[in-house]
Structures are given as structure tokens and as C-alpha cells.
């Protein structure tokens, strides 16, 4: 199948978070079942300081938004089989951030509608076009609301990665940015809490969509998961998937990974957990890499609970735990990691921002990894901690019930990591105790190291899920 990955982000270009994980991963798994994939995303300014990028000029061509016409030149480039098809506009992408503007609601309309053009101008149909989250929701809407012939044979995939973010925008926007007429906001098509939302808009006019783990899509079928979601989901049901996402293992492979101090298997993992967490202590300057170490590998804001979050770690401080966290977000979760920082010194580092080498080298170092998300749609962190035995301590939300089976001393054989269902601090920290418990009862912590590195959580079985979805579009 021809398919297309239309999204605002994608490793290894240009990633905040989970989303550009997915659709690179997925992209990767898919070629590998001879499928051809197109991949299209912004040109950032970020990815246009690459270094050794092998990128190439493919076309140019004005977006007409109402009023502006503006210029997008295309670049493409091919990583692991896929072709990477980058959409150029200095004033819209040439910024040091991807998200956060105020005019991000015009930026991404400008990319949706670019991407729309695309296709026409390389001659090239897809049969599939797969979108991301809000900032491509337009995209099936402006096709069949403007009865666009090149795509007439083109079904329609959404995948809802964070439905926290509903690309909430005025209804004037309907005609401004798209062109598309009022009475579509009218009579209720793409109208949500008296806004244009472009993703209630793709969950319309998508012929599936998918979110990203089973419990989740559960969770979003109901009032209290559902962010508001949850009417139009139900008109959907039937054509609404949950299909947990995979951890790309050809990165994630800590007998392999040379980004790491010392690589090693299930064979040696102790040993080899033991000498990263050596090396990354001394590098980053924290005193006694013997002691249990816990970290936080995640976006700082509240969905992800980080109002726990730091109840939790000052526990874990005061008790003689390690402490690292890797991550950016909201500014009092990163002021409140200084504080602690500055109050602990010789057992807590932090780095604002993401660095790719570190996150790598953190999962190889780390006993535990934290994840105490008051909502979490699927979650790959904890994923990647079980590929490198590093045991994630989880609220039971979302895609991380899906994936953590929580120890207690019944189910040391299934156990794959530590868990809680309220959200609240006495439940948190229960589960903390429970695993610096079980970091000092060595057979007990060799064990769900054991667990843990032993599950699959590759990309290879659900490709296929995801590939029979797309042909069954085709077979009604």
C-alpha cells in the first residue's frame, strides 16, 4: 500500500514527545512489510541545522489561506526506506521552537493546506493518508468539503495522541485559514465548546480513527476520560480503534546502543545497569551511584502529574535516593526542579530541555523510572525503561494499565513494574515504598528485571494491526 504519515512532528527531524516517536516507528515497522511510506512534516528551523543531511529540492508552489498566499517550498530526503517530504515557510517554521506561538492555529492550517497541494504537485496518490492529532485535522474535511477528485479513491486514518489538545480556534477561521464555508460551524460539523476544533473536525470526517492504547480509547468513550470528546466519539464507536503503540527496538537496544557507557543484555543486565549508572552518577556529578536511582523522562506539565510527581521525589530525596529528570514543560515544574536540586545537590540533576545521548544513557542508568500521569493516552517511556530493565512506577491510566502489571507479592512471575490507581499522595508514595523494597531484596528486583526485559513491546505485531485497519477500508 502507498501511505501517507501527514504530522506536525516525526523522529529522527524533528520530536517534543510521543507523537513524533509514533509516527516514525510506525512508519519504519510498515516499510518493513513492503508498504511504501511517505512521511510529511513542517521544515523546522531545527531540522535545517541538521548536520549531514542528505536533503534534496522537490517543488514549490503558494497556499492560497482567504487573503495570503503564501509560498511553500518542498525538500524531501529518505531515512530507513521512508521518504521524508519537508514543507518550507520561513515566516511559519523558521522559529526555535516547534509549538507555543500564537498564531498556531494559522501556522499549522498553512502545513495542513501544503500538504494538501503536496500530493497533486509530485502526482503522487496515496491510497492511505494517516493524520496526527489536531494540527492536520483539517486535512479529510477541506477534501470532502471542497470535492477534491485527486483524492476520490483516498481513505482517511486519525490517530488522537493527546486529546488534551482539541486545536480550539474562532469560527472565523472556518473561512479565514480554509476557505470553508460558515454553515459547516452552524450546523455542527466542526463546531466544539463555540469554536472551530479541528480535532473534533477530523474525528467527523475520518473514515477510522485510532487512539493509542486499548483503555484509552475506554477511557475516551466516557464523560470523565472524554475532555468533551466523548459524544462525537460514540457517533463513531464503530469505526474507532485502540491500538497500543511500540517501542522502536532498533533504537532501543541496550545490547546494541552505542550512546550508552557499557552495553548488555538479559544475561549481564545488573552488571551492565550497574556500570551506566557508574559512569552517568560521575558525569553528572551525583555522589553514591550505589543508591536506588529514580528518574523523569517526560514533558513538565499536569497532565503528566508532576504535582505528584515532586511529592514523590522529595520523599525519595530524604530517604537517600537518586534523582534525575530530563524534560521541559510548565515554568513552576521547572523552577521546582532547581529547588529541589539546589536543596539536594550531591543526588539530583536535571536537564531542561531534551537531549537525545542523555535519555538514552538515563534508561540505561536508572532503576526506576517515573510516570505517576494523571491522564496518559498510551505512554512509551515505560516501554523503553522495560527494554533496558529499568522498572516504571505508573498510575494505572490509559496506555500504562495496558502495559505495566503491578507487583505486590502475589505476581513476582508477571509483575513488569510498579503501580497505583488514585491520584493522590498516599497511593504514590505506597507504590515508592514498595519499590525501594524491592531494590534491596536482590532477588526480587533480578526477577521483574527478568520480567521486564523479556516483554515485546516492538512495533512488529502492531504494524499489522494498523496495516489490516487501512486495507480493510478498501474491502467494503
Request: charge should be neutral; glycine fraction near 6%.
Amino acid at each position: 500500500m502507498k501511505i501517507a504519515m501527514v504530522a506536525s512532528e516525526s523522529n529522527p527531524l524533528a520530536k517534543t514527545g510521543g507523537l513524533g516517536d509514533v509516527v516514525y516507528s510506525l512508519s519504519k515497522a510498515l516499510v518493513k512489510l513492503d508498504n511504501e511510506v511517505m512521511i510529511v512534516i513542517p521544515y523546522y528551523d531545527s531540522i535545517q541545522r541538521l548536520p549531514n543531511l542528505d536533503i534534496s529540492y522537490v517543488t514549490s508552489f503558494f497556499v492560497g489561506m482567504s487573503w495570503r498566499h503564501e509560498e511553500a517550498k518542498v525538500y524531501m530526503t529518505i531515512i530507513d526506506g521512508i521518504k521524508f517530504y519537508l514543507i518550507s515557510n520561513q515566516r511559519y517554521f523558521a522559529r526555535q521552537h516547534l509549538y507555543g506561538d500564537f498564531d498556531d492555529g494559522e501556522r499549522f492550517a498553512f502545513f495542513t493546506l501544503a500538504a494538501r497541494e503536496l500530493f497533486k504537485n509530485i502526482n503522487n496518490i496515496p491510497d492511505v493518508v494517516h493524520i496526527h492529532d489536531w494540527q492536520v485535522g483539517m486535512f479529510p474535511c477541506l477534501v470532502r468539503e471542497q470535492h477534491d477528485t485527486f483524492y476520490e479513491k483516498t481513505k482517511f486514518v486519525l490517530t488522537i495522541h493527546n486529546p488534551a489538545f482539541q486545536g480550539l480556534m474562532p469560527r472565523s477561521c472556518l473561512g479565514d485559514f480554509y476557505s470553508l464555508p460558515q454553515y459547516l460551524f452552524d450546523n455542527g460539523q466542526v463546531r466544539f465548546k463555540d469554536q472551530l476544533s479541528t480535532l473534533k473536525t477530523a474525528i467527523v470526517y475520518s473514515d477510522k480513527i485510532t487512539t493509542v492504547s486499548h483503555t484509552h480509547r475506554k477511557e475516551l468513550l466516557t464523560p470523565e476520560g472524554g475532555m468533551g470528546l466523548d459524544g462525537v466519539l460514540k457517533m463513531r464507536e464503530y469505526d474507532f480503534m485502540g491500538i497500543i503503540n511500540g517501542v522502536d527496538f532498533d533504537e532501543f537496544n541496550p545490547s546494541k546502543d552505542p550512546l550508552i557507557a557499557k552495553q548488555y543484555s538479559l544475561k549481564d543486565a545488573l552488571e551492565g545497569k550497574e556500570e551506566n549508572k557508574r559512569a552517568l552518577c560521575k558525569e553528572l556529578h551525583i555522589k553514591n551511584y550505589k543508591k536506588p536511582t529514580f528518574s523523569i523522562i517526560s514533558r513538565l506539565t499536569w497532565q503528566k502529574g508532576m504535582d505528584l510527581a515532586y511529592k514523590g521525589i522529595e520523599f525519595l530525596l530524604k530517604r537517600g535516593a537518586n534523582v534525575i529528570i530530563l524534560g521541559s514543560g510548565e515554568y513552576e515544574y521547572e523552577r521546582r526542579a532547581e529547588e529541589l536540586r539546589a536543596a539536594y545537590p550531591s543526588q539530583m540533576a536535571i536537564y531542561i530541555g531534551y537531549n537525545n545521548t542523555l535519555a538514552h544513557k538515563i534508561y540505561a542508568a536508572s532503576d526506576f523510572v517515573l510516570m505517576p500521569s494523571l491522564f496518559e493516552p498510551c505512554g512509551i517511556t515505560q516501554m523503553i525503561g522495560q527494554r533496558y530493565g529499568t522498572l516504571p512506577i505508573v498510575r494505572l491510566t490509559g496506555g500504562l494499565e495496558d502495559t505495566v502489571v503491578p507487583y505486590n507479592r502475589f505476581n513476582l512471575e508477571k509483575a513488569s513494574g510498579f503501580g497505583f490507581h488514585a491520584f493522590n499522595t498516599d497511593d504514590y508514595i505506597a507504590s515508592l515504598v514498595m519499590a525501594l523494597d524491592a531494590f534491596n531484596d536482590m532477588d526480587v528486583r533480578k526477577k521483574l528485571i527478568n520480567n521486564i526485559m523479556r516483554i515485546d513491546n516492538s512495533w512488529s505485531k502492531n504494524a499489522n494491526t494498523y496495516l489490516d485497519m487501512y486495507k480493510s477500508m478498501f474491502t467494503k
